[in-house]
């Protein structure tokens, strides 16, 4: 029972639990470079002014383009947006 708790909590902080800036990488570039290229997060007239808009923003598209994402790697791809384009 012990062992088994363990390999559990081994096995979930790469995965679920921390911000995954690799998954969201992986998102990303699977579900997101449809409609616009990473050429939107970097113009010069961006329309993303902090956290908040961008979270708002993923979301919205995340919506258009049909993705059922849960709440962490809809998280994993705005700390990927963020630390990559935006650096709020
Ligand atoms: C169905 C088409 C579509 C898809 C697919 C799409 N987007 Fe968008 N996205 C848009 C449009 C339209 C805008 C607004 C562009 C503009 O204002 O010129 C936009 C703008 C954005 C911006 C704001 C850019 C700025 O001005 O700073 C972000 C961030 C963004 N999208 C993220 C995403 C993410 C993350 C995904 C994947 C879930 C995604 N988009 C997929 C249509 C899409």
Partial sequence: MKLILKLFLVV????ALATDIENGNDLHFEYCTGCH????????????????Q??????????AVDATWF???????????????YHF
């Fill in 12 to 15: 979930l902080p790469g995965s």
């Fill in 37 to 52: 290229d990473s050429g939107v997060y970097t113009r010069a007239d961006r329309k993303m002014g902090d956290l908040a």
């Fill in 54 to 63: 961008l979270g708002k923003q993923v979301r919205f598209c995340q919506n």
């Fill in 71 to 85: 709440d962490d790697e809809v998280d994993d791809v705005i700390e990927y947006l963020n630390a990559t384009y």
